[in-house]
């Protein structure tokens, strides 16, 4: 296997360049999890990087290695794989892939996620997180959301993003045109308990921004408005809390459905 020992090597600089975020058609993985995940769903990557220290004393790390072609993997020394890594404690493994942006579809259909402005990575990586678990396999992003391929959303949604279509900087009130299904929103006013409705077996959810919420204009255009009830000492739910409520109490009223 090859080995990097200098911040000069180009492949370096080329991973270095990717930690703090997608660049065009490409990003960068970090840990085993995401990178186990990128191989089960997605396949092999452009190029892997393994801090060599970690190669030795994680058989995860090792064994991701020994699923890798030999001329796409190079091992690097401990004090470089600290260097590209975004959390205290890097996991030992980067993956460089390439990521595509899907083509729209003409019209939008089943299950899908609108996000309104989330700005926040962590909010947005749980959000699709959720998503996915809940079987929603598309996403729609507004303007002004957060980057969905950067690293911090990746560790969040912990590979949510290699089993949904990620669709990001829409004009969400153009797109609502292309919706052939029911548009929820989760609103205070003029809304009705989310436990007194019956929601329909496809709809897409609309999520609005953390301050904010789901802008005027948007609510508009939305078929129905939700709201979860709660004690009135809080003010309201983190939005990425609040999908995971609205969206498996939707999968329980669909799998009582069946």
Not at 161 to 187: C, N, W
Not at 197 to 223: H, I, R, T
Request: aromatic share 6%.
């Amino acid at each position: 296997m090859k080995q990097i020992t200098s911040r000069e090597n180009p492949r370096f600089k080329q991973f270095a360049r990717l930690a703090t975020g997608r660049r065009k058609d490409q990003t960068l993985l970090e840990g085993v999890h995401l990178c186990q995940e990128w191989l089960r769903h997605r396949g092999l990557p452009v190029y892997a990087l393994f801090d060599l220290e970690r190669l030795q004393r994680d058989p995860q790390v090792a064994e991701l290695l020994d699923r890798l072609p030999s001329d796409r993997v190079a091992g690097c020394e401990p004090s470089l794989a600290r260097r590209l890594s975004q959390v205290p404690e890097n996991q030992g493994v980067y993956f460089l892939v390439e990521v595509r942006d899907p083509k729209l579809p003409a019209q939008i259909g089943g299950m899908s996620l609108w996000l309104d402005r989330v700005q926040d990575p962590g909010n947005l990586g749980t959000l699709l997180r959720t998503a996915a678990a809940a079987g929603i396999d598309q996403a729609f992003l507004s303007r002004g959301c957060a980057g969905a391929w950067t690293p911090k959303v990746l560790r969040s949604g912990q590979g949510a993003h290699f089993v949904m279509g990620l669709y990001e900087d829409l004009d969400l009130l153009a797109l609502r045109q292309k919706l052939v299904v029911p548009l929820i929103a989760t609103a205070l006013d003029d809304a009705v308990s989310l436990y007194e409705v019956a929601l329909p077996v496809e709809c897409a959810w609309l999520m609005g921004n953390e301050g904010q919420g789901v802008s005027a204009d948007l609510l508009k255009l939305a078929d129905r408005r939700v709201f979860i009830p709660q004690v009135r000492e809080v003010e309201s739910l983190n939005v990425a809390a609040a999908a995971a409520v609205c969206l498996f109490e939707h999968r329980r009223q669909r799998l009582l459905a069946l």
